[in-house]
């Protein structure tokens, strides 16, 4: 059987604070907007578009997102692309999602603002 890849590294700021739910079952699962810029000529004038990416957090990754993360932090992704689609009103809509597997922050706004205590230390790198 051939080997398949699905990896995404992503690199910008949360355009929201992570929004904590339950699954049916109880399992926490975060959300967040990612917004990635990128640059490009256009008319000889440089041109900038801002991509945004729906981050799925689950387990650790999740309490960690909902402790450290809040909308502008710069973060560094490390996932896997999900498509799905649900319905409403009878149209089916497409979705696309990062699920995190790593994640870093890169700011040290939030970090410098953390006080962990000695049983609790501020992860870099999940």
């Known amino acids: 059987m051939a080997r398949s890849i699905n990896r995404i590294i992503l690199v910008g700021n949360a355009g ?6 339950q699954t049916s079952s109880g399992t926490p699962v975060a959300h967040l907007s990612l917004a990635t810029d990128r640059f ?4 000889g004038e440089e ?3 801002t991509d945004w990416h729906r981050l799925t957090f689950w387990g650790k990754a999740c309490d960690i997102a909902e402790r450290f993360v809040q909308r502008g932090s710069r973060l560094y992704v490390e996932g896997r ?19 995190v597997q790593e994640f870093v922050m890169l ?3 939030n970090a ?5 205590t000695e049983e ?4 870099a790198l999940l």
């Open 16 to 21: 929201s604070d992570p929004d904590v739910r």
């Open 47 to 49: 041109q900038r578009k």
């Open 81 to 99: 692309v999900e498509y799905g689609s649900y319905e409403r009103d009878g149209v089916t809509i497409p979705t696309t999602d990062i699920i």
């Open 120 to 123: 609790e230390e501020v992860p």
């Open 40 to 43: 490009f000529r256009q008319n």
């Open 107 to 109: 700011d040290g706004a």
């Open 112 to 116: 410098d603002s953390l006080t962990p």
